[in-house]
């Protein structure tokens, strides 16, 4: 064994790219979703500050379409003036849908939309109206969409799995980012160099669970492993259990048998923590 004090070494720069436009994406859902808790990927304390004012409907079932589409655009208005000058160049789009015609609810003096918890103000969701005032107090739900357009990459032509993309492969388009739950890849760097993980069709729009790293070694091979601790780094060789590709934590057998996991750097190297 080596022992040095030399620092780990580097992931490759497309791990940094993919981590923005990873950060990207969900920071546009975080701003698209402000207007009401929820329990996914934007901060909570972030989404406690909007709250659109609710509005009154003597007639819930002529009103209640109306009512919340304002308070809708309101929420999404809001929260892209909140993104500032980091916000994405996005064209956000907001479709309410009705309610079941074979409901009758009784009148009420003021309804107040909310969000759902769980529920969030990204593509195909639902939201809450209860009555507040009124004989009956009421709580029904209304299917609603927001879609969020905005520059993406979109296939040229069918894609094998396996294959490693590049730059003739897609084109810049404008997509509906909220169409899909996974991240779209925003930028070259997030999917230019990489693996196809699956069979793509033309025409569809990039997202970061299509691609992959492509793999350094395969399971079997001779690896170099570099364990770290508190002020010392230790360098040995092992055995990779599976194959193994940047960014991937994988499992290593040790040449004394045992087996470490440890994570995949840019230049094959090994490096898991003590």
């Known amino acids: 064994m080596n022992r040095s004090n030399t620092p780990s070494f580097p992931a490759r720069a497309w791990r940094a790219a993919a ?3 990873l950060g990207a994406g969900l920071a546009l859902a975080a701003g698209a979703q402000q207007p009401a808790p929820q329990a996914t990927q934007p901060p909570p304390q972030q989404q406690q500050i909007l ?12 009103d209640l379409g109306a009512l919340s589409t304002r308070w809708l655009n309101d929420a999404v208005q809001a929260a892209q003036v909140q993104g500032g ?10 479709s309410v849908g009705s309610l079941d015609p074979r409901l009758r609810l009784a009148p009420c003096n003021r309804v107040e939309p909310y969000l759902p918890i769980g529920s969030r103000l990204w593509g195909r969701t639902r939201l809450g ?5 009124g004989a009956t107090h009421w709580n029904v739900f209304l299917p609603v969409t927001v ?19 590049t730059a003739a492969n897609a084109i810049e388009s404008e997509v509906d980012w909220a169409a899909e739950t996974a991240p779209v890849a925003a930028t070259q760097e997030s999917w230019v160099g990489l693996v196809a993980s699956r069979y793509l069709l033309a025409g569809q729009a990039l997202r970061q669970n299509m691609v992959r790293a492509p793999e350094l070694f395969k399971a079997g091979t001779q690896v170099r492993v570099v364990a770290q601790g508190p002020g010392f780094s230790v360098t040995a060789s092992g055995q990779a259990v599976t194959a193994g590709a940047v960014g991937q934590n994988i499992r290593v057998r040790m040449d004394n048998g045992r087996v470490i996991s440890g994570t995949v ?10």
């Open 129 to 133: 109206l209860r009555c507040l005032d």
């Open 51 to 62: 709250q659109p004012q609710a509005g009154s409907a003597a007639d819930p079932s002529g």
């Open 265 to 274: 750097s840019g230049d094959g190297t090994i490096e898991a923590a003590l």
């Open 19 to 21: 981590a923005a436009a």
């Open 85 to 94: 000058a980091n916000a994405m160049p996005l064209r956000m789009e907001v």
């Open 147 to 165: 879609k969020a357009w905005g520059p993406a990459f979109v296939l040229t032509g069918n894609v094998p799995s396996g294959t490693v993309l």
